[in-house]
């Protein structure tokens, strides 16, 4: 279960509300998803070779997460998004923000399914 809960409070903290309505918050819920999984990916880039692994993990779980409680959709515009956060060139002096943005989430992510 709790690769269930692990992706919601990071999204979450990305500023979006718990509820979901249809329209605008599903809309704002998505980019949320977007970009946690853009700074999964340009993380990935910027990890070093021996952290890359443990990252691949938090990454999947995340997915995994996504694609259990909100469905395909959501779980495909985060695998897309980490697709492109690799994927696009990375300023170099970015990557410290990158990095410490996506253990941030994470963290929240890890802290939110352990007090459920």
């Known amino acids: 279960m ?10 979450l903290a990305l500023g ?3 509820a979901l309505a249809e329209g605008e918050e599903d ?12 700074t999964a990916g340009a ?3 910027c ?6 692994e443990a990252l691949d993990e938090k990454i999947l779980r995340s997915f995994n997460g996504l694609s ?3 469905g395909t959709d959501q ?3 985060f695998a897309v998004s980490v697709g492109a956060g690799s994927a696009t060139s990375v300023d170099q002096a970015e990557c410290p ?11 929240a992510g890890v802290k939110g399914a352990g007090a459920q």
């Not at 809309?27 to 853009?38: I, K, L, P």
């Open 97 to 107: 923000k990158h990095l410490k943005d996506f253990e941030e989430l994470t963290a």
């Open 2 to 11: 709790k690769i269930l809960r692990f992706c919601i409070p990071a999204v």
């Open 27 to 38: 809309a704002e819920f998505n980019s949320a998803v977007r970009q946690y999984g853009y």
């Open 16 to 18: 979006i509300g718990p």
């Open 68 to 70: 259990q409680l909100f």
């Open 47 to 52: 990890a070093p070779e021996q952290e890359k």
């Open 75 to 77: 779980a495909y515009y």
């Open 43 to 45: 993380a990935y880039q």
